[in-house]
């Protein structure tokens, strides 16, 4: 385990970690979460750990099974004006992830990627190009309002049955084929997209492409696996 500051002479008071130094120095933080100041620990070490989470360009914990819904909650407490990058990849523990708009508003790219635990997503993000949420095997539900996002992975989300999703920029989404219980897509530069199987049920289903003009092509809905109920709206046109 990380240390989380060095022990004093005679049992004292633990003294800093020079990796907090570096990474007040360098706007990074790529150690185990561990490494952080732990509060407890020292007086002055509940600021320093909150100093280096606010000036840090890019936080990257990789394969910590420390990151969990405690940590996120205390990520985005505060807004984290300087984010950039945040990589969580391989967090084992961390099961649901909130990020609320306006808290980082500079985060380009997010990294949720082997979080075998995840299940439900939501965030909003104005800044946000890139989101990778690839073999997450237990994600069901993803809520992603990101209107700038060009790139969105979702590969081997095999359990994903409840997308909700919005990007003014997107251009390819191939969701996993997989029975979905609700699919909402308001990516009005999408050329091509291959709806996956509707589930029959109680569910409302609703797929919507909206654009300004003519340009989603080659949009298929299973006919056959698309209850009465469901909508599909593109270009303006609606299908029932």
Known sequence: MAPK???????????????????????KWERPLEALPDPAAAPNFGEIRATILHVCQLISILWSSKVNEAFIDELFRASRPSLEKLEL????SLA???MP???????KELDLSCCTALEYVFLESSSLEKLSLARCGKLRTG???????????????NELVDL?????????????YKEKDRLELYCPELK???????KLGSH???????????????????????????????SGRTIQ
């Not at 004093?8 to 706007?27: E, I, M, V």
């Not at 909700?164 to 996993?176: A, K």
């Open 96 to 98: 649901r992830f909130v």
């Open 143 to 157: 809520h992603i309002v990101a209107r700038g996002l060009k790139e969105l992975n979702l590969h081997e989300c």
């Open 101 to 107: 708009d306006n808290i980082a508003n500079a985060l």
């Open 204 to 234: 409302i289903v609703q797929v919507f492409l909206l654009a300004n003009r003519p340009r989603v092509e080659q949009v298929q809905v299973p006919l056959a696996n698309r209850p009465r109920f469901a909508a599909f709206h593109a």
């Open 5 to 27: 500051g060095k022990k004093g002479k005679k049992g004292g008071a633990p003294k800093p970690d020079s990796g907090w130094q570096k990474a007040l120095g360098n706007f």
């Open 192 to 198: 091509g997209f291959h709806c996956p199987p509707m």
């Open 164 to 176: 909700m999703f919005w990007s003014d920029n997107v251009l390819i989404l191939n969701p996993p």
């Open 89 to 92: 990849r391989g967090a084992t």
